[in-house]
């Protein structure tokens, strides 16, 4: 019997950690395999390459950060309940910050509102584009 999907909770971000560490893993065998050719090329220009190679491993490293941090703003959204607006929420979500203001009620509590926030977004960029095109005109 196939698991019952909830379309209103996120997906873990486990699934993409595993696919990062696979590809990592399917590159280190890349490298493994072809260690004398990257070696004879690396020695070519050594100091351009290994900074190249360091701002990879950094890339590689924030990369890994992003996802890691998706972890809380995840379980937080999940957590949420729709079905009750007085939630009390003792640490507000960091990434989904500029989200918060929609979502927080007067009294300091979260809760969504029942307004699309897709349509309001469409009516402010229509209004500036309209006054865009007209300083064009």
Not at 56 to 68: E, K, P, S, T
Not at 102 to 108: H, K, M, N, P, Q
Not at 116 to 136: D, E, H, N, Y
Request: include cysteine.
């Amino acid at each position: 019997m196939a698991k019952d999907l909830d379309p209103l909770k996120l997906s873990s971000p486990r699934i993409f950690l595993v696919r990062m560490l696979v590809f990592l893993v399917l590159c280190s065998l890349v490298v493994v395999v072809l260690y004398k050719q990257i070696l004879v090329a690396f020695m070519a220009n050594p100091g351009l390459n290994g900074l190249i190679i360091s701002v990879m491993v950094i890339g590689v490293l924030l990369a890994f950060r992003q996802v890691i941090r998706l972890y809380p703003e995840v379980s937080w959204v999940n957590g949420f309940r729709l079905a009750d607006p007085g939630l009390a929420v003792e640490r507000p979500p960091v990434l989904l910050a500029p989200m918060a203001p929609s979502w927080a009620t007067a009294s300091g509590g979260w809760r969504f509102r029942r307004r699309s926030c897709a349509a309001s977004w469409i009516r402010s960029r229509r209004g500036s584009t309209r006054r865009a095109i007209c300083l064009v005109i």
